[in-house]
């Protein structure tokens, strides 16, 4: 995208915005669903896929005992993130470029890139939806899985895209030929999370390194990686290397998860050089970033002690929450981060309704016509509250 005319922009950016309430992120009311796509039976309509039930009002989290509903770290920022943020609140007057700067060299060596091939943002979703933003100005398709994350899917819709949908195969994984397949002329982007959102699934390593290698010849590939921190072996699982064979690739990472800093955005995407120049067009990046979010997610990096408890914790909560759904005999998608996906056997906004009224907030879906519970792993007394919830609900 070389020129945009101002009025078409700016028409572009208020479906934009239109389309960004319709990205999942906490159990709506329907009271609060202004904007969201909504069927005939009061489900955000997703795909014909995947939809989500809506109680009939938003929850109060403040009287929430257990909040499970939003993938949070309960365990963070870390101590020394917390405290590096107060000591530098009080410089919160001046912007932080050269401080922006130093962060965005620390990250590109973690990262064994370039800083160049980085671009900051206060949350990877920011940038999730300015690649839409720019890639589909001037229409085009996405292809990516069904069920997935919708964020940068929806802007892209709103924008003027078309998506192409695809269903993931029955082990839940990327169905990485069938995507390949859907690619066509018109194809701008294809967009995989992974680990993926809803599921919690991930797909091959190696099957996927060969997909972005060869595919990315011919079209940008985006993967989302928002949860990769929580798997023990996270930097051989990334596609990052892609980056220096020169692979027209974008991957996104995220502060929100194995860091706890959800409500302090700051994430990055990297990726070559000429496709950061385009995104920059309409971005200035790290611009949104509060000074003190920049000095707690360098000390967040370093920090490697509190993102390991981070993670056996969220393992512990994970195999916890297995043992009890075996025992109630429920079949759950194995998960590779904060989160699990199980099916229940119950008419999904009752089944929100009857958690909420035991304390505890969780998600619920519809996925290939089967309703599903997706919970957030807590701290395990959160777990045992989930889990007690559960058996009273589906008794």
Known sequence: MNTLDRRAWLKRGMLTAAGALVIPNVTFGKSNARGLHINAEGQTLYSPFFKEYNAEVFPDTAKLLA???ANENPYGPSPKAIEAFKSTAHLGNRYAWKELFELMEKIAVEEKVTAKNI???PGSSDLLEKTAMVLFAEGGNIVSADPSYMSLIKVAEATGATW???????????????????IDSDTKLVYICNPNNPTGSMTDHAELVDFCSRVSEKVTVFIDEAYLGFLEDAAEKSMVSLINQGKDVIIARTFSKIHGMAGLRLGYIVAQEDTLGKIAKITRGGMGISYPTIFAGSVSMDDVEFQNKS???NAACREYVYSVLDKMGYEYVPSSTSFILFPIEMEGKEFLEKMTEQRVGVRAFSIMDKNWCRVSMGTMEEMKLFTTALQKVLA
């Open 67 to 69: 909040k499970l509903n």
């Open 119 to 121: 671009m900051m943002a």
């Open 164 to 182: 192409k949908p695809v269903p993931l195969k029955e082990d839940w994984s990327h169905d990485l030929a069938a995507m390949e397949a859907a």
């Open 311 to 313: 993670r056996k914790l």
